[in-house]
């Protein structure tokens, strides 16, 4: 698990071995703008990370697909464009612009659902795009 914020891999940390799997995953803290994979994870969770609208959000969906193994897993979710008249549009996604990033994964779930954000003390409901897609085994065939 890779986040550039330290208190979030802890609590992955805390989570893990809670559930008993931490001797089975790797933590890192880093950042997907200069992150680059030095090999392919069966998951890939990419959750408020994106840049605004751009070559480096473009970059950074890249660089997430291309850290999944075949028949790995990524989840992406962002704020959804529906929140346009609370925040700046370029800092919005849509399914659509995600999905448009998993060339070679199949789209196993896509839409808007509501996610518990929290900033500081404050806790919200917003809406938010989210995709999780399967890298494709062998892509000449369906799976």
Sequence with gaps: IRDRSG???TEA???AAAAGVDDTIV???ADIASWRPRSRYDLVVCTFALPARGMGRSRMLET???AVAPGGTILLTE???SLRRDMPEKYLVSVEELERHLGGFRIDQAGVKRARVRHGYEERMLPAANVV???RTDLRGRF
Excluded: L
Aim: proline share 0%.
């Design 7 to 9: 208190t979030a891999i």
């Design 13 to 15: 940390r805390d989570i």
């Design 27 to 29: 933590f890192g803290v």
């Design 64 to 66: 997430a697909a291309a």
């Design 79 to 81: 704020f959804d464009a």
């Design 133 to 135: 897609a399967t890298r």
